[in-house]
């Protein structure tokens, strides 16, 4: 449990995780584990961007905690050689706040998918965003259950036949972004398996946030449910169907940044054509309101075909963490009655003598 | 006038009124009095799970029943000598329990026809002859207390609501017991509230003065202090205890105390008291769900903390598969369960051993965990010890199984020297145990066949747990049949060792060629002792043995189970550790089982044990 060495080296979630000079490669953080994911999922490449990405942190591979529920991307830490644990299924975010709120020096990523994260676990996923405690929860969203092999997930599209739903099923799906934000997510991003600069912005942002971040990666699973993001991934119609959000960046999107968004008074924005709307009076992107309304009405562009999906960071907003208030709590407490004294305390109350 | 004072060696007194009587409180304060002025002393309160369940009627009754002597004792008493009954309601309910010729004190001014009615008494009780087999003191304690109170700026429900106060006034003196702690204790509840501060002190001095005063009353009694070893002594209940055991085990094994726990009656009191020794370093967590508490408990260990959850029944069953996480991955995690009554919701202010079988077997797969019992409320401090001792050395989660009795019953505690608690310290892993510099996660320690519990943090050490099967020593996951088979038994003989690294099973058998033992486990210690000592005191002789270890056994057991002729085993389920017993040393324990919510009567289990020496 070592001090930090600087506290200004960049990156707001690691105020309080010691940093290393030695200079660090995607290699370090390789495992020799064989990885088994079948051929071509999207896995490998969220693994090869996550891996490539963490020298940046400048973190100690020690200091690096990845906790796992179940499913396919549960076996991610595997994969890793930093700690991990991959524990049981829905459960990762529990556990991850037992051990963020206990080390604040740890950087701890927690890796979970629709099914573990907003099924069997979703009220873990849900009370570890309003806590706001200071870990990285990355779900991979392939909107099926890989693991057991195909049967529907709570992101499934109503209607999609699988082993389990023959004649279609008929469980209106979470909108995973929505959810976040209704628990009132510090921040909240969505990317792509495939778009490896994309996915590295996302968790770039995620590291510098102070407090729970929320990604949701959208990933392929050929094997149950191929091509479920065809529409984002196609190079020929992607570019009219994802808005990629920049802060401070008004709104476009389509093949010549031809289209925009307008706001309205009530909630969803307005898809318009720049050239009749003009630049003026298009939407500019604001990650940082603190009303989660707004992001909300982002969140809910997206739906079944992919009509506008928003990628990027819709919500970062500064809220102070349930850890470091934790800590805080304790230091005062410590501060104000001194540090426990246990002779102190077994005599505390009424007390009498014999002999 | 001045009245006689009769000597007593021991009283039982129970308090019993509307759950909005306050009869918690005034039991409680009268027992603080009783351990300041030195007796021993053994508590029950017994209350409903609703916080207001309807006025004045049955279910609504909450008691307390305390026992203080001029000796040692071991148990709240089984039938009070004097019973305050504040309503029809509390008279109705407990004059079952009443033995002829004991005291009833009735407050007159609820036994209005209204409040007869809603519990069936067709006339008033305290005015036919149906209780003069008692000693009936029949006194306005209502209206006397807003008498007392007319003076003081204060609405009539708050004159109403000291009554309790006044009863409590009126028992010490009858009692004779001292009052500054009363007063000390009303000061500083009524801090920011002078008047009813005021109001207070003066019913309780009222109810003195009218024992004192009036000729309702002829008789004072005295209980002279028991002769208890020398030392420092507080009064305490087992949660109490349990969640001091609890700190004590954080420092001795220098390991700082993280609590993920869920409100669960009856143990929440836990969570509470934990929560406000945070200079102690201890966090708490209260969290979504259990198994969200035992989660970040078992997160907090694999950084290196205490991790620990506390619960009840239900809440057992929901984290059973963190629990078995726990048993794969060989972390240290301590699981409190404090036992009520079941199944499901149950009865949760009532207490039960029913737990047993589930702290041992309720997981998946070959799951083994320790499990300890505390045998009475101060008992909990060194149990919660000895639990830390376990789960930090051998790296496992253990179940300490308490109870509601023992949660809430209250005793005198010697205060144990801090200097002479034992050291518990435990190292994490420091450097890679492989060779060139690999890290084995899984490579036992050859005496106690714990891993090495590596906490993030430690460079060179970084690994990967997960509840998926281990190949041994690398920890790699591993399919492989007899890698499983190894694991599944090397978990098994962690734990089965333990029964080396504990206190052989003590036997209290003062006789020779003694034919029948009792052995109980958990809270029944005082109930059983109680009535082994009336066997002995009418020339009967009886062996009694009382288990801490449940799971491994003590090493001795199996030789002190062949020692004796019958095994009486009583126990609040229907015979959990019987069953473990036979099929452990294929002995046929003899079981007495009643599953009621309280605690056995020291003369009923007496009746038992008479019937077993007799037989045959
Ligand atoms: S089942 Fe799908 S998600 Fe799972 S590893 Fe295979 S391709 Fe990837």
Redesign the pocket.
């Known amino acids: 449990m070592t001090e930090p060495v600087d506290g200004d080296r960049g990156f707001g979630g690691l105020k309080l995780v010691p940093r290393t000079d030695a200079k660090q490669t995607m290699k370090d953080f390789k495992s020799d584990q064989e990885v088994r994911?079948?051929p071509?999922?999207?896995?490998y490449a969220i693994l090869a961007a996550f891996q490539s990405f963490l020298p940046e942190l400048g973190v100690p591979r020690e200091n690096i905690v990845i906790v796992s529920g179940i499913g396919?991307s549960s076996r991610f830490p595997y994969y890793l050689d930093t700690y991990g644990f991959h524990s049981i299924h829905g459960r990762a975010p529990a556990i991850a706040t037992g051990l963020a709120s206990s080390r604040p020096d740890l950087s701890v990523w927690v890796i979970t998918g629709d099914g573990d994260g907003l099924s069997i676990g979703g009220n873990h996923l849900i009370h570890a965003l309003r806590r706001n405690v200071n870990i990285n929860i990355l779900l991979f969203n392939?909107r099926i259950y890989?693991?057991t092999k195909g049967q529907y997930s709570p992101t499934s599209e109503q209607g999609m036949i699988t082993k389990s739903t023959p004649m279609g099923s008929l469980d209106n799906p979470f909108n995973p972004i929505s959810l976040a934000l209704g628990a009132e997510a510090t921040f909240v991003a969505r990317t792509i398996d495939s778009d490896r600069k994309h996915l590295q912005s996302v968790l770039r942002a995620a590291a510098d946030h102070e407090g729970a971040s929320f990604i949701e990666i959208y990933q392929n699973?050929?094997?149950?449910n191929d091509d479920a993001f065809e529409p984002l991934k196609d190079a020929s119609v992607r570019d009219d169907h994802i808005l990629r959000l920049e802060h401070g960046e008004p709104i476009k999107f389509g093949a010549d940044g031809g289209k925009g968004l307008k706001p309205t008074p009530y909630g969803t924005p307005e898809v318009v054509d720049v050239a009749t709307a003009g630049e003026d009076g298009l939407l500019v992107h604001d990650a940082h309101v603190d009303d989660p309304a707004y992001a909300f009405a982002l969140s809910r562009l997206d739906g079944p075909g992919f009509p506008h999906t928003p990628i990027g960071v819709f919500r970062s907003v500064e809220r102070p963490t349930y850890d470091a208030q934790m800590s805080a709590q304790v230091d005062e407490a410590r501060e104000r009655q001194g540090e426990g004294e246990l002779g102190a305390l077994l005599a505390s109350g009424d007390t009498w003598q014999v002999g | 006038m001045t009245k006689q004072v009769q000597q007593l060696d021991r009283v039982i007194i129970r308090f019993a009124g509307d759950s909005g009587d306050g009869m918690q409180l005034t039991g409680d304060r009268f027992t603080q009095e009783t351990a300041s002025f030195g007796n021993d002393l053994s508590t029950l309160p017994n209350f409903p799970a609703e916080i207001r369940a309807p006025a004045g009627t049955l279910p609504g009754v909450s008691s307390f029943q305390l026992h203080f002597a001029d000796h040692d004792i071991m148990t709240p008493g089984d039938a009070p000598n004097v019973l305050v009954a504040m309503n029809p309601a509390a008279l109705k309910a407990n004059l079952g329990d009443l033995p002829r010729g004991a005291d009833l004190i009735a407050n007159t001014d609820e036994f209005t026809k209204r409040n007869l009615s809603k519990v069936g008494y067709e006339t008033n009780p305290l005015e036919d002859d149906s209780l003069s087999e008692f000693r009936v003191h029949a006194v306005p304690l209502t209206s006397l207390t807003v008498k007392a109170l007319e003076d003081f700026e204060i609405s009539k429900k708050d004159a109403e609501r000291a009554k309790n106060m006044f009863a409590l006034g009126l028992l010490s003196w009858l009692y004779n017991r001292p009052t500054e702690g009363t007063l000390r204790f009303l000061e500083s509840k009524f801090a920011k509230k002078p008047e009813i501060l005021k109001s207070n002190v003066a019913a309780f001095q009222a109810g003195w003065n009218y024992g004192e005063t009036t000729e309702a009353f002829s008789v004072s009694y005295e209980i002279k202090p028991a002769v208890l070893p020398p030392g420092t002594y507080r009064n305490i209940t087992g949660n109490l205890a349990l969640s001091y055991g609890l700190i004590a085990g954080s420092r001795l094994s220098g390991r700082p105390l993280f609590l993920g726990s869920y409100p669960i009656t009856p143990a929440s009191d836990i969570l509470h008291e934990l929560s406000r020794h945070k200079k102690f370093g201890v966090r708490t967590f209260q969290a979504e769900d259990e198994i969200a508490g035992v989660g970040a408990a078992l997160g907090a260990a694999f950084g290196g903390s205490l991790g620990v959850t506390t619960t009840s029944g239900p809440g057992m069953a929901l984290k059973a598969e963190t629990i078995g996480l726990g048993v794969s991955v060989e972390l240290p995690l301590i699981v409190v369960d404090v036992q009520r009554a079941g199944p499901s919701t149950g009865m949760p202010t009532k207490t039960e051993q029913a737990d047993l079988l589930q702290a041992m077997f309720g997981r998946n797969g070959e799951s083994p965990v320790p499990v300890i019992a505390p045998r009475s409320p101060s008992d909990c401090f060194d149990a919660a010890i000895e639990a830390v001792r376990i789960a930090t050395k051998y790296r496992t989660p253990v179940v300490l199984l308490s109870d509601g009795y023992l949660a809430n019953g209250s005793e005198p505690w010697r205060l144990p020297e801090v200097s002479e608690l034992p050291d518990i310290t435990v190292a994490d892993a420091a450097e890679p145990n492989g060779e060139d510099g690999a890290f084995l996660p899984f490579k036992r320690d050859p005496e106690t066949l714990a891993r090495p519990w590596a906490v993030p943090g430690t460079a060179g050490l970084e690994h990967r747990i997960g509840g998926i099967e281990k190949s041994d020593v690398d920890g790699n996951i591993s399919y492989s049949p007899s890698n499983h088979d190894r694991m599944v038994r090397l978990r098994q003989a962690k734990i089965d060792g333990i029964a080396n690294d504990i206190e052989p099973l003590e036997v209290d058998d003062p006789h020779d060629d003694t034919k029948v033992l009792v052995l109980g486990w958990g809270g029944t210690y005082g109930s059983i002792g109680a009535a082994v000592r009336r066997i002995r005191r009418a020339g009967g002789k009886v062996a009694q043995a009382h288990l801490r270890h449940l799971n491994p056994f003590p090493a001795n057991l199996g030789e002190v189970l062949g020692r004796y002729d019958k095994v009486l085993v009583p126990e609040i389920n229907l015979g959990q550790l019987a069953l473990l017993l036979r099929g452990r040393f294929l002995v046929d324990v003899i079981g007495y089982n009643r599953v009621r919510g309280l605690p056995f009567k020291a003369e009923e289990l007496a009746g038992v044990i008479q019937d077993v020496i007799d037989s045959d």
């Open positions: 994911w079948c071509g999922c999207g896995d396919c392939n890989g693991l699973c050929p094997i149950f």
